[in-house]
């Protein structure tokens, strides 16, 4: 059974970076096709494609947003680490990590609850 | 970066009506679109990938279709627990895209 669950700070200041933990159970990261990714919304708003990181370590990143993000995998521990710098209150939102299917191509079969950031003085 | 038009925003529906969401590209994509339900809440979950196949355990009653640039999620028969908001996200290329969601509420 895959299970994903987010952690890291409810509130951040502005300029502050972020840190969020995906810590995961059902798979490995290092066994071939498998991937994690990180997907964000803010409140009431559409989903919004981060990053995601694959099994050989290859990470691609929204271009709106590469300069700020970094993907990590520590397969030891089945946790995929998301970094953003520099945060802003346009920021806040729920960010989700999620599995990427056992299919090769890049959508999401499992996802974690989800984690509320907010960015605010 | 494909841009996706996800229409409409807003539908209004009566259980046991047959309901139909559209997802348009702004370039072809073959048959890489997926289509998440979400609930008010609750992260989303998957219904459909390679725009017509139906992820394990979703109801018959959910199908998807199209290819290249147009495709289109249809609910044969509404249920009370199928109001919510859809979104569709392509693969074909980086980065991934979703559309701006569809909220189905009850008439």
């Known amino acids: 059974q895959i299970t994903l669950k987010e952690s890291g700070p409810t509130l951040v200041k502005p300029t502050q970076t972020l840190t969020l933990t995906c810590t995961f159970s059902?798979?490995?990261?290092?066994?071939?096709?498998?991937?994690v990714g990180w997907i964000r919304q803010p409140p009431g708003k559409a989903l919004e494609w981060l990053a995601l990181?694959?099994?050989?370590?290859?990470?691609r990143y929204s271009p709106s947003l590469k300069s700020r993000l970094t993907i990590t995998k520590d397969t030891s521990k089945n946790q995929v680490v998301l970094t953003m710098t520099n945060m802003d209150p346009v920021d806040t939102a729920t960010y989700y990590c999620?599995?990427?299917?056992?299919?090769?191509?890049?959508?999401?079969?499992?996802w974690g609850q989800g984690t509320l950031v907010t960015v605010s003085s | 970066v494909i841009w996706m038009t996800q229409s409409p925003s807003l539908l209004s529906a009566s259980t046991g009506d047959r309901v139909t969401i559209s997802c348009r590209m702004s370039?072809?994509?073959?048959?890489?679109l997926a289509w998440y339900q979400q609930k008010p809440g609750k992260a989303p979950e998957l219904l459909i990938y390679?725009?017509?196949t139906l992820q394990s355990g979703v109801p018959s009653r959910f199908s998807g279709s199209g290819s290249g640039t147009d495709f289109t999620l249809t609910i044969s028969c509404l249920q009370s627990e199928d109001f919510a908001t859809y979104y569709c996200?392509?693969?074909?290329?980086?980065?991934?895209?979703f559309g701006q969601g569809t909220k189905v509420e009850i008439k």
């Open positions: 999620a599995h990427r299917k056992y299919s090769g191509y890049d959508y999401f079969d499992y």
């Open positions: 390679a725009a017509s």
């Open positions: 370039q072809g994509i073959s048959s890489y």
């Open positions: 990181i694959y099994w050989n370590d290859d990470k």
């Open positions: 996200q392509q693969y074909y290329s980086f980065p991934r895209t």
């Open positions: 059902g798979f490995s990261l290092s066994t071939s096709g498998v991937g």
